[in-house]
DNA sequence: TGCTTGATTGTCT
DNA sequence: GACAATCAAGCAG
């Protein structure tokens, strides 16, 4: 839990992990994602989350991946260069899916984030889901200057949002600000405009922190991924990891 | 150029 | 649980 008072601003816990972090497969990062905080400053203010469940994309021999067969298109692009960073894709017409980019040596492997724990910007977070998702925009070139840079690492809260997560009881309404890929992406503000943007950079306006992670494993659940029916083979593989028994896990 | 698909979500019954 | 919304990306011709 991240300590913070209504006055003080709050500090993102631990030093943002570093590029080299994400140089390695997918199927090895993902787990250690679970429990780090993604912050996006945005034009609205700030948000947060930790990170409690993702799943692994392992690149052209997946077919479950975008870059099976090793697809490489405007779409793709990022994944086919350095790790760290984000790779956002719009979906189904209407909704936004954020990705960590990793893989050794520019294996375009990917890791989805799908739910996160809000721990900051709770009132804001409601106000982008209380508006109808639309897609907004051309997606942006590879490493796009980022809409905003912010220098700080501060992050302010309510106090009616700090007591929701502290409860550790969530409201279904409250649950539902960030349970699944699409929901935190409206929650967080990511759109198409953060598409490229480096992770570990602390001028971008897209950073994750080091948080609570790695966790031990025993904290860790596996699973298949969701929606790859038609990946054959490869949709049984358990590479959907999220933090046992949390409440804000999407499925 | 036109058709099909899709790493989802919200609403209705 | 079923289904509609909605459109970018990918692919076939």
Redesign the pocket.
Known sequence: MVESSAKEPQRIPGPLLPQGFYDRPAVEVAPELLGAVLVHDGPEGCTCGRIVEV?A?AGPEDR????W?G?R????EV?YGPPGRT?V???????W?F?VVAGPGGKPE???V?ALEPLCGLELMRRR?SR????RG??PEVGAAPARLNETFHCHSSPAAERLVESRRPERASR?LT????????ALGIT?EAYGLPLWEPSSPLRIHRGEAPLPPGRIATGP???????GAWRERPWRFWIRDNPFV?A
């Open positions: 799943e994309y479950a991946a975008h870059s067969g697809r298109t405007a779409r793709t994944m790779y894709f719009a979906i189904y017409g209407m909704h899916c990705n990917a890791i989805l799908r889901r109808p998702a639309r897609l051309p997606q539902l349970a699944g890929p699409a929901r935190l992406c409206q198409g991924r969701v929606g790859v029916d038609y990946a999407s």
